[in-house]
């Protein structure tokens, strides 16, 4: 079993703070624990919302109602509590209505700990109490977290959650029948933690970006953890100067990389050209947020699936990675740098608002540093060319510095990298270029599949509607409804004679996707892969819920 | 070593500025020392952009208007290379506009040097930032309207470590002044080559230059910014050539604490962190 | 009339000093009798660039760093309107600083109001262009090491029409620089707002300006461009506000020919060419 | 039939002038004249060449080998001679050993006509010898031509055209058997001329570029045409500049355009997604040449058409057209600014450095002034809603400066333009932007088809394929191989039913494309307008030629 709380307020009331208190705390007394984020763009004002979803056994996604909604404002309250179950509790910060239960969290906060911003730790403790929990598993778990801050600070918060728990039972809340713990994993990692902490532990060393929701959680992760794993963090002045410095420290032999969402990314399209040119293992980590221009800046959506794909002038081969999971956003930032030096060629990795912002609770990710090879020839002597044409179209690399002479040619080159204008080496390195694209298709991740085998019904998911699709799955399963799942964390290149496989025959192939065009089944259609399918599209700016995509398949 | 590969065939016009500029730098590199091994040219695109072909080093040849950022991320990753940006007016002050102010800032230690012939040369012919007004092309056909951008000036109040100008027609002061920019360790380092364009500029021709070009008086402080402000508002008759301004800022590789134990791409050797 | 659509919240943080210029700016409008349906509002993106949508007026709230050029183009389209820019200090000298640089040569008559926080504010606190030098944000966890841009300075040395500053927490001044803004019509006319952020700049609050911030006395010489410039470059200890420099070139518009028989938009009632 | 000459020689040596004289005066006497153009990225030096083909009937395509030769210099000799149709000629401005005809033409220039640049004159005259035309047309061309230049530079290149022909026949050049007029159209244009003229006549009134091979051409038309026809004509500080002031300008009302190739259309991306969301009539000229990066910078290719199709993030409607003749050149143009505003999207006009430069003799165009219709409500009022819901997907466009207050804004806004988190007017939106595509579809040009209706192989041609095609077609016929082609001059979007039924069964389908990937057959086989087909590719910077077209599909 599992349940839903549910935070919201406005921008600066502590909503994100209380939610994660209540992800930390639960995951630590051992339940399983999923949580999102909703919020607006902007700084204060405005309605947030925090979903805290946990229960005895691995989540996938998260729940359109919520059990408990704890509303920091009255708007949370007027515009989130039809969202609440039946049966479910609503706490209001302040004086409510039956059925909902008004407690002054702020107002206790500042009687019990002396200051308003406890008013989250308030609000958690009348969560315990409702949830029947014994409040000094959370005082536990402050006591933790707040240590450093001095023993003041955690006796005070310790005092705010009893205070919150006697609150709410005073105001006659009853505990309900809620998850047992199952000592789930202790480690709560969000999407953002688990790219940054990878591209940190995978050696990048070099990092140029401009600021740009929903990217910007990694720039900052690796900027407070740059002294730590020495990496060089720059501000860009813009997107364009973002990617050609990235180029450049590739070219100097630096793991490099820049973060950015749909507009950035727009901008860097000549720069990934060059780098398709060069030959230059730049890597991409694209953050989506619903489109066109500056859409919904905070948001969710899949809207720039064929614009990663085709962006760059002229003909070059790339890989797009899209993880789905937490786990996925830790192996597949490794993947993607690990591809881009094995390939000397762009790589991008696809997130977005949901996935980023997602947290959970997995088994601690390795933290051991191993930077990729680079696959950099050292000693590469005076007789170096750059682009020596091979067999796999990957071309010994040199870096400057050494014994070589490292000659990079925007224009065509010949293979010591110097301009030419003979056509016959054109198309020996147009050729050369693509030929890499082979040991990329080689090289793709195989499609995960999940759910009963060979069912006639196939659900395709890519990238963060993995976690959804998933529990779509289990939820038709308990409703006799047996479907199989395709789940495709690389989306780009396509290997047509893998998916055709892995599809056979089926009655019905649906798509399901965050945009309104089914980009991905496009991609599949043109591959050759898939034939005619059915789509669930979503761009409201959004998450999926798995509830919602197995009611869409049941219809 | 220092000579162009033998069948690299140099595409600019017979009689271009741009000639002097290469026989000079490859002087320049001579005097100086440097190792060509460790230094790396990076250019964008436009004639003056095919300028790293011709002559011997590690070459990064980019996007139009893109060197600075280019050179910036390889300057950080290995700062033990002499990294120098040969560019046009158009490839740093247009299209690169937003790096050069901001590159300034930074202060990355990287020599940017611009040859200034007033033209889009690659392109034939259009106005630049840097065309006088008036100057007719087949876009502005009546005429540029927009006052010539003064990238001396704009280096000097963003505060760039070394600031100067020079002219392809006079080889000595040339070589001069290349010499001090490669030798200038504080940082973002600008020299501004006048550099007649034979077939599209029939303005500023080499004999307008000469008749302009002025040597700085030695009496000229270049620590001086107020001083090097009003020398890099003149032109017209007097046109000065020579060092116009320096800082005693620290470049960013130094003010940076990760490059402190070495470069950036030499810290793979070591042990993990 | 100017007042804002009812139905619109205000995204901006209660307290910010946003609020102190547009409530001056709808004064302003008042006061010049500018007609609100011949006023366009452009924006790029980032907490100043809501601003359009708090007020009465044509709107084009368009791209990060782009809001120049779609003025630009929207003035030349018709140069009727009164082209009023609302835009920040990463939106106008970070992304869009290569626009900053080649709209003053243009000398494009469009007013920019630059709301100056020295700061990031939408996207939640990292440095800006303008940010001081040590100032520490989640992105510059050691302080910034980029010199601030002197936006005011790079304006003067490049001519622009109109340069001034002003500050968010002296309405009356704000509003006497808003009034002679709208008014100048010699081109590009650029107002860098000092503006308290309230929720990311805790190094430069209300106090901090109030503490420096120093009318410039009388006795400046607006069109004495060597005062100007020396004028632009204090900054510190005490912060001149008020109208630093001024000069008589003639606007991007009145220059050009085709706009002489009437806006370029009204050029298609007529008869066909 | 028809005959090849081709001008080879360094930049600057004056390969273009004398091939402009020639495909003047040949067109003039009343030959369908068709020339093409070859050349490097360099002001002076390197190896140019200008083919003129001329005959008695209508020409679609070059041909690879020349009939005349005429090399200006040594590497023009020695590069190009063995391209010479056996029988041909060969002429050299020198001395030249047998079987070249050596004809000293800069020398003949100086002693004629007192200056070198007249060596072109004597080059034609010598040419006119070979055709055993008579040299007093040519003559009788540079008198109109050269009129405004007054009377002696006239007369001196009449002394020069004779002094040609009189050389050439002293060297004992002898006529050979050529086309003889059939007086075809006199009115030379080339497609630069085209798209320009057509962009002026539609009522362009603002263009706002960065210059960039091949698209300059069309720029400076529109500078050359802008005291004309009231254009302002600015040159943007970069292609987001340009971008952006096409945007600003067409929100003025003003119909607005940019040209640009792919390094600069990259820098594009982000504000056509802005014009996208904002709804504006944004057209741009996208000339393309090969890449990636900065790639061939004045050749030719077609590598651009998915990424032209995708560029820009989020999702929004756009038509690409792209013509294939000097008349769609013009058509088109109009045809695509008509579009734009009528459905108020940003379009684009896909060509390539080939049709820029392709010029040919057709019937004048229609040069009659007409501003294209740009759907502007006037007196809007006060409740004027910028993006009020249709069925169509289109809202009644007004200007500023009217009696309506008109708000764009890049992020999701509602009716009004106000910026807006509602979810559900969200997605009102994104349904009311892509409704746009219905209309889009029903507007499409449907493909063009030549050749022999209903065979069983169908060639399939996009933009500047189709006179190579075409005259693939007409190659085949003659060896008694019948085949149907399809013509596409718009690419996107696609109309799929009309496709599916315009292709029909098939026995073989070949898509003849200036890529290394087969662009245009993955969007076909996206849409799912044809299954699997063979390709034709070329992508060494070269135009196909119509022979080798031909042989392709024989082999
Ligand atoms: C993004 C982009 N835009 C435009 C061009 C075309 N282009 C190449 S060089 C050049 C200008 C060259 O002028 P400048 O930098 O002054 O160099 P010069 O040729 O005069 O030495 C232009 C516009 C390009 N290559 N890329
Ligand atoms: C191309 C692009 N890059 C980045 C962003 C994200 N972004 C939005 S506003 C902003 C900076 C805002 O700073 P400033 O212009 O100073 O305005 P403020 O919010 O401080 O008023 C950034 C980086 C964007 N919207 N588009
Ligand atoms: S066009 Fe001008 S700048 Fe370019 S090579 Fe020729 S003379 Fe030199
Ligand atoms: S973040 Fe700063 S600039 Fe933005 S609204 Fe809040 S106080 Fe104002
Ligand atoms: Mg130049
Ligand atoms: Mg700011």
Known sequence: MDMNVRIAGEAGQGVQTTGELLVGALAKMGFHVLSTQVYMSRIRGGLNSYDIRFGDAELHSARRKADILVALNEEALDTLAADVEAGGAVFFDGKAEKPYVGIGFTRAAKETGGSAVMANTVAAGAVFARLGYDVEALVQYLAVEFKKKGSDVVEKNAACARRGGQLAVEAGVAAVNAPKSVGAPGRVYSGTEAVGLSAALSGVKFVASYPMTPSTGVFTFLAGAADKYGIVVEQAEDEIAAINMVCGATYGGVVAMTTTSGGGFALMCEGLSLAGMHELPAFVFLSQRPGPATGLPTRTGQEDLQFAIRAGHGEFVRAVYAPGTIEECYELTRLGVETAHKYQTPVILLADQYLVDLRKNIPPLDETYKAIDRHIKEDAGEDYMRYAVTESGVSPRAVPGGSAFVVLDSDEHTADGHITENLDVRVEMVDKRLRKGRGLIEDVVPPARYGAEGAGHLIISWGSTYGPCREAVDILRTRGVEVEMLHFSQVWPINTEAVKKAVGKRSRVTVVEGNATGQFAGLLREAGAIGECEKILKYNGLAFAGEEIAEEVSK | ?273
Chains 1, 4 share one sequence.
Not at chain 2, 8 to 25: K, Q
């Open chain 2, 1 to 273: 070593m220092n000579k162009i590969p033998s069948d690299m065939d140099i595409a600019w016009c017979p009689g271009c500025g741009n000639y002097s500029i290469l026989e000079t730098f490859d002087k320049a590199i001579e005097q100086t020392g440097i190792d060509r091994k460790k230094l790396a040219l990076v250019s964008g695109i436009g004639q003056a952009a095919k300028f790293p072909h011709y002559t011997k080093a590690n070459v990064f040849n980019g996007l139009h208007g893109r060197a600075l950022p280019a050179a910036t991320g390889l300057k950080i990753a290995n700062h033990e290379l002499s990294v120098v940006i040969t560019s046009g007016d158009g490839d740093m002050y247009g299209e690169g506009g937003n790096h050069f102010l901001h590159a300034i800032r930074r202060n990355i230690g990287v020599k940017v040097f611009v040859h200034d012939n007033q033209v889009y040369g690659l392109t034939k012919g259009q106005a630049s930032p840097t065309s006088d007004l008036g100057f007719v092309t087949k876009v502005q056909t009546h005429g540029v309207v927009s006052v010539p951008v003064n990238p001396l000036a704009v280096a000097i109040v963003e505060d760039a470590s070394f600031v100067a100008r020079s002219f392809a027609g006079d080889k000595e002061h040339l070589l001069a002044m290349m010499v001090a920019a490669l030798e200038n360790q504080g940082g973002f380092t600008l020299l501004d080559i006048l550099q007649p364009c034979i077939s599209f500029n029939r303005t500023n021709t080499l004999k307008w230059y000469k008749d302009r070009v002025k040597k700085i008086d030695e009496s000229h402080d270049p620590y001086n910014r107020e001083a090097a402000i009003a020398m890099s508002l003149k032109w017209g008759d007097e046109i000065p050539i020579g060092i116009i301004y320096r800082s005693r800022r620290e470049s960013f590789e130094a003010k940076t604490s990760m490059l402190a134990k070495g470069t950036l791409v030499s810290q793979y050797k070591g042990a993990a962190v």
